[in-house]
């Protein structure tokens, strides 16, 4: 579990998580090993039955990945992390930890379309069902979206690709009166911009392969607990914390762990060991290299994204920007809110002339990158129709906040006027 935080964010993103003793190595360690050694076998089984902490096998836990996990959790303001190996599984295992077959969930439909996919599609194929409802919908709307058999909220901070910003605090209201956590994929801010736990979140989530890496050279996840929700005040929801695990000898996890360490435990004893879902321990250190210096890049991502969002407003081949650091913007009151520093270096855009002019406009580009990525150093660009969301129909799709001329900008760190020189030259060729 981590420790709680007495030192700024910057100082965090630096030193959290890990205090070397005197000569150990200043740097996290890479503990590039499968498995550990024991004198006995009882002092194993102590490990397997979580009546000891330690390590017996890196499917579950290994020192790499606690260490990150742990500076991860204090950046958020958590009492425990776990690292996964993408952002999808993070989003899956926080999700299934507690909603399984029989069980419901609501969420934002203004979400990455991956994760959409995996609610709308995979996890239903499992027996859990979503509710999808409007980031801007009325409370009549919301309540109504939910079941006696709901589990869990789900929103995403910042919208991937749609930009819309969650109402973190007013969504965190609804599940609470309904008895249940709410879980926040905080990927596009990060920490350095948004805490949803301040605002009311219980449970959230990352994929670290976007910025917090932010050099697009691992893939992985992350899941925090706040500590906040207290599963046994809810105890006929949440079973699978609060009555006995006979897979491991009817350990009640919210009694053994409390509410800090309980959900974490859960997941990594029982979805981690049997999904196996594990961040590599060599990704676990790229991963550390890129937070020493998070709260260093967003700024620069930012103001890159407003000088972007600014420039493209003003283009008359350009139909419409979402970005909320642009006033005018539909989210823009809610980004002051939650995002009063800044909220990403991510623009979207629809390109006057539809999908056809899109993707010519996209073919033109010289220092933006046709990735299938976003949210690192170098600024790359997405059709996300054709692409990350094409598994989406249309309707879904104008749900999500998508368009089929809409082009998804995530600006890197290079000069501003290089990206605004490049963006003009490629809009001249319409």
């Not at 925090?224 to 695990?245: E, I, Q, R, Y």
């Amino acid at each position: 579990m981590s420790e709680k935080n007495e030192h700024g964010i910057g100082t965090t993103c630096v030193q959290g998580g890990y205090t070397p003793k005197n000569g150990e190595p200043r740097q996290v360690p890479i503990v590039q090993s499968t498995t550990f050694k024991y004198d006995t076998s009882d002092a194993m089984g102590r490990l397997f039955d979580l009546e000891d902490s330690g390590y017996f096998y890196t499917r579950l836990q290994n020192p790499t990945n606690d260490a990150v996990a742990a500076k991860i959790a204090a950046l958020e303001g958590g009492t425990a992390g776990m690292l996964t190996s993408s952002g999808q599984a993070a989003n899956f295992f926080a999700c299934f930890n507690i909603a399984e077959a029989g069980d419901h969930i609501v969420a934002s439909s203004a979400i990455y379309g991956g994760t959409f996919n995996l609610l709308a599609h995979t996890m239903a194929k499992m027996g859990v069902q979503t509710t999808f409802v409007s980031p801007l919908c009325s409370d009549e709307e919301l309540e109504a979206a939910f079941r006696p058999n709901t589990k869990a909220v789900f929103g995403e901070t910042i919208a991937n690709p749609a930009l819309a910003v969650f109402d973190i605090e007013r969504f965190a209201k609804a599940a609470h009166a309904h008895g249940v956590p709410l879980i926040v994929d905080n990927t596009f801010p990060t920490p350095i911009n948004c805490r949803p736990i301040e605002w009311g979140a219980d449970i959230v989530t990352h994929s670290t392969t976007k910025y917090m890496d932010g050099h697009a050279v691992h893939v992985g996840g992350a899941i925090v607990d706040s500590g906040n929700f207290d599963w046994m005040a809810h105890a006929d929801k949440f079973p699978g914390l609060t009555t006995p695990d006979e897979s491991y000898h009817g350990i009640v996890y919210a009694q053994k762990f409390g509410q800090a360490g309980a959900f974490i435990t859960k997941a990594t004893s029982q979805l981690m060991r049997d999904f196996g879902s594990i961040q590599s321990p060599q990704n676990a250190f790229y991963l550390n290299m890129g937070l020493e210096s998070l709260h260093v890049r967003m700024p620069r991502h930012c103001a890159n994204g407003q000088a972007a969002a600014e420039f493209l407003s003003k283009h008359p081949k350009i139909a419409s920007v979402r970005y909320p650091g642009l006033p005018g913007d539909p989210y823009h009151e809610l980004a002051q809110k939650y995002l009063p520093n800044g909220s990403c270096g991510v623009v979207s855009f629809d390109v006057a002339g539809g999908r056809a002019a899109a993707e010519k406009f996209m073919a033109a580009l010289k220092i933006c990158n046709i990735e299938t990525h976003v949210a690192d150093s170098h600024t790359c660009c997405l059709h996300p129709a054709s692409s990350t969301h094409r598994q989406m129909t249309d309707d879904e799709l104008v749900a999500a906040g998508i368009s089929p001329a809409m082009v998804r900008l995530s600006c890197g760190l290079e000069d501003a006027d290089d990206i605004l020189a490049d963006l003009d030259q490629a809009l001249a060729t319409l």
